[in-house]
């Protein structure tokens, strides 16, 4: 009297699933030809199923193993690079406090001055952190205004101005940029870090060449160096979260570059790296440049031209 038939689907010695059979007529239940269809049939999608399951399993595997990684990295930059900065600052604060008599105006400048480096350097850290965390999280919402190119990254040079000094800092912007679509903060903060990552990973006193041009429709932002360069194979991979290396390796949780590549996708562009010639390495952010901002109204003046920069600070 039964309307339906159930078969067991087993696969590697145990059942994964179960096939239903419910026919219009529930007599051909009992021809044998029919069942031996039924169970002809349950091999195969047994086996599917179970392919189908083994690649949902190795999926999660990967994803845990990333999740793993990208957890081990994360503790350990923060086990060195959040400890480092607060050490230093917490010896320099005990050597004030408990010798302030004995310390020479001098000493007590030097302390003074680690003190505010180390806390800025610690500050920095715990930015890219947030940052990378909105990024990844979607949660950055872009605050677009008609920017001039040379606003934020007069103002990236200005912020490293002493950590750039005694660098050959080139300037060049070509006069034909028009004004982009930006959200200056972020832009600027992806300014200052290709010029950071520049700083760390070249020689002190080595040259950087920070420009600007038009080409293809696009607005084309370069900073360049004359470093040891990236390592063979290394230009997509440096752009990935918790990458370091060279001699820099020690310092920073590897998110510099990764931030970047977040902020130029927000922005509809790309960001590149490849070798100089002649030795060093370029970072490429290419933009959509738009349609362009909308016209004066009848109380507004168009801008005038911008003249051609060419800037060069030691």
Not at 23 to 50: F, H, I, K, S, Y
Not at 193 to 220: D, F, M
């Amino acid at each position: 009297a039964a309307q339906a038939m159930y078969l067991p689907l087993t696969a590697a010695g145990r059942t994964i699933g179960v096939l239903g059979v419910a026919p219009d007529d529930p007599q051909l239940l009992a021809n044998p030809a029919e069942r031996q269809l039924l169970d002809a049939m349950t091999g195969p999608v047994a086996l599917a199923l179970q392919r189908v399951r083994l690649a949902e399993e190795a999926q999660r595997a990967e994803v845990r193993a990333r999740e793993e990684e990208l957890r081990g990295s994360l503790l350990s930059s923060v086990s060195h690079d959040l400890r480092t900065p607060l050490a230093s600052i917490t010896g320099a604060a005990s050597t004030m406090l408990h010798n302030e008599a004995a310390l020479a105006v001098d000493t007590r400048r030097d302390l003074l001055q680690t003190i505010y480096d180390e806390a800025e350097r610690l500050g920095r850290l715990v930015s890219n952190l947030l940052d990378m965390t909105r990024l990844e999280a979607g949660s950055v919402a872009l605050r677009t205004d008609w920017v001039a190119l040379e606003d934020p990254i007069g103002s990236a040079l200005t912020r490293l101005e002493r950590r750039l000094a005694g660098r050959d800092v080139q300037v060049s912007l070509a006069p034909e940029l028009p004004l982009m679509p930006l959200d200056e903060v972020l832009f600027e903060q992806m300014i200052l870090n290709l010029l950071e990552n520049a700083c760390k990973y070249t020689p002190p006193g080595s040259p950087i060449r920070v420009a600007a041009r038009v080409q293809g429709g696009r607005a084309v932002v370069e900073v360049a160096d004359r470093g040891p360069g990236l390592p063979p194979g290394a230009e997509e991979v440096i752009f990935d979260k918790f990458v370091r290396g060279g001699e820099a390796k020690a310092h920073g949780f590897g998110l510099g570059l990764a931030i970047c590549r977040g902020i130029a996708a927000a922005h509809g562009g790309v960001i590149t790296a490849e070798n100089r010639p002649g030795g060093g390495a370029v970072f490429r952010v290419s933009l959509p440049i738009g349609a362009g901002p909308p016209g004066p109204g009848p109380e507004t003046s168009m801008a005038t031209p911008r003249p051609t920069l060419e800037a060069r600070a030691t």
